[in-house]
């Protein structure tokens, strides 16, 4: 009963997510001759970061996606962060805007700098990464570095791309830690629960769906008087503390062991 239940929902499911990017899509041409505008002077950026908040939800509250938002400190307005979140889903990108109140810049793959439209945003706002590259990586950390010292808050995906294993994280690469340890900023874990549910980058468990996201903003880790031989030591417990809630949701999904987890 059970697979046949699977079944017929499953074209169901497949046309909700057609849906979902064919609206993310039409959206982006609505909002971007206003990007466009503000994208033009560095002064106009905090309009942007706005306009990416309401843009975000034109995208989710259409197809069904609401979210909650369970957070556990406040921020700071002249205090710069390192946002360090679990990536599962291409929902992370926009939920990361609607999850935080400061303004702040992403560090993104430069593969998007191909996309016609889209690499306006980093040609001027956020920062593209080349992972394959030692150089291109180090550049756009010393490029996150100089926001940083302008006040400006950085969020990066520790696992560095969307990991395809459930609610399982990938190993974390350095480079946040990095970041916040020379910076003496404080680090902020972001957990998003469900993400990998509601519209997975891969289809071997689910397709999507409609639902609500949960999503767990944590206390602030401080790097004061941190150096460079802590970030083992950082990363493990920026690690844990976005892991927790996600083993104690989804059990079942931990008891086997795999390499993919450490």
């Not at 001759?33 to 033009?40: C, D, E, R």
């Not at 926001?147 to 480079?175: Q, Y």
């Not at 206390?219 to 976005?242: A, F, H, N, S």
Request: some cysteine; hydrophobic content about 45%.
């Amino acid at each position: 009963m059970k697979k046949l239940l699977q079944y017929l929902v499953f074209p169901f499911q497949w046309i909700w997510r057609s849906l979902f990017f064919i609206n993310a899509v039409l959206t982006f041409f609505l909002f971007f001759p206003a990007f466009y505008v503000f994208l033009s002077r560095e002064k106009w950026f905090p309009y942007v970061f706005w306009l990416k908040k309401v843009w975000a939800r034109f995208i989710l509250f259409p197809v069904g996606i609401f979210y909650t938002v369970d957070r556990r400190m406040q921020f700071k307005p002249n205090q710069a962060y390192v946002i360090c979140p679990n990536h599962t889903s291409y929902l992370d990108i926009m939920l990361i805007y609607l999850s935080i109140p400061v303004y702040f810049h992403t560090m993104g793959k430069a593969e998007l700098m191909k996309v016609p439209l889209f690499r306006k945003f980093f040609e001027k706002m956020n920062i593209p990464v080349n992972r394959t590259s030692r150089v291109d990586a180090h550049r756009a950390l010393l490029r996150a570095g100089t926001d940083i010292e302008k006040g400006i808050s950085v969020a990066l995906f520790p696992e560095g791309t969307i990991h395809h294993h459930g609610p399982k994280m990938g190993r974390f690469k350095n480079g946040p830690f990095l970041l916040a340890i020379e910076k003496q900023v404080p680090i902020v874990p972001v957990t998003f629960m469900n993400n990998w549910i509601l519209l997975p980058d891969d289809f071997e468990h689910r397709v999507g769906q409609p639902g609500r996201a949960r999503i767990i903003v944590h206390p602030p880790i401080e790097t004061t008087g941190m150096t460079l031989e802590d970030i083992d030591t950082l990363k493990q417990r920026v690690y844990e503390i976005i892991d927790r809630p996600l083993r104690e949701r989804y059990p079942s999904w931990f008891r086997t062991s795999s390499t993919d987890e450490e």
